[in-house]
């Protein structure tokens, strides 16, 4: 959700814009801009804080799963790239160290 009180905020600086000469009407235009820019920004594809900072949680986790899954088949690859010998029994294995 939006926070109410920047946009009164916004909406009281843009009615102390107004011109002297029409300030009388001063309360209902910071109305008529808070509801302009309430509605301008519901338009608008947000998300909460929370919401935010919630899925980069998730975006950090799933990094950190995605380098572990990268060493792992790093190391799997670096296994399989290793050269064989031939066993007695027709079987390949590694060499022993």
Known sequence: MIDL???????RRL??????AL???????QENFKA???AGL??????TREE??????VLARTRSQLDELRALVEQLE????EPRI???DGNDTPPQA
């Open 5 to 11: 009180s920047q946009i009164d905020d916004l909406a």
């Open 15 to 20: 009615s102390g814009l107004v011109p002297p």
């Open 23 to 29: 300030r009388e009407g001063r309360e209902e235009m």
């Open 36 to 38: 302009a820019l309430q």
């Open 42 to 47: 519901n338009k608008l594809d947000l998300v």
């Open 52 to 57: 935010f900072d919630v899925q980069r949680a």
């Open 78 to 81: 670096a296994r399989l790239a």
């Open 86 to 88: 031939a066993a007695p």
